[in-house]
């Protein structure tokens, strides 16, 4: 395994367990609030956030190196994230955490199918197994 790779488990590893605690702080949070109000405040403190970090990390130049290509998919990336988060707080504020989580997750199948069709990244029997038992674990977890 590369240094890329091990990177990029750590990494990924990190970012499910906050995602994680999104969901917990996300629906006691969510209780007695709008959702959408919640959402804007989420995003908000992201927003300070993630700058901040930028700022921090001295990261600001490169900001007018951004190609219009990468721009237009990163503004796409983001108005997805923000309708993903705008129902994923109406789904908390109406489900069960342990019922909302895992069909989220499920965009795990949506992302490989959609690799392999725009990225052409390759579905391999591994891959088809995996996202299969992902679907199998998903229904068993709601019903």
Not at 38 to 46: C, D, G, K, M, Y
Not at 62 to 82: D, R
Not at 89 to 100: D, E, H, I
Request: net charge positive.
């Amino acid at each position: 395994m590369s240094n890329n790779e091990s990177g990029a488990i750590v990494f990924a590893l990190l970012s499910a367990f906050f995602a994680a605690l999104t969901t917990i702080f996300g629906k006691i949070g969510v209780e007695t609030i709008n959702p959408n109000i919640a959402t804007a405040i989420r995003t908000l403190v992201i927003l300070i956030m993630i700058w901040g970090w930028v700022l921090v990390k001295g990261q600001l130049d490169t900001l007018m190196t951004v190609s219009p290509k990468t721009l237009l998919f990163l503004v796409l990336s983001g108005l997805s994230t923000g309708l993903s988060w705008l129902f994923y707080f109406r789904a908390l504020q109406a489900g069960k955490a342990s019922l909302v989580a895992p069909l989220d997750k499920s965009s795990l199948v949506l992302v490989i199918v959609f690799s392999a069709i725009f990225l052409k990244e390759q579905l391999t029997l591994q891959v088809i197994l995996g996202t299969a038992l992902i679907v199998v674990g998903t229904l068993v977890l709601i019903k």
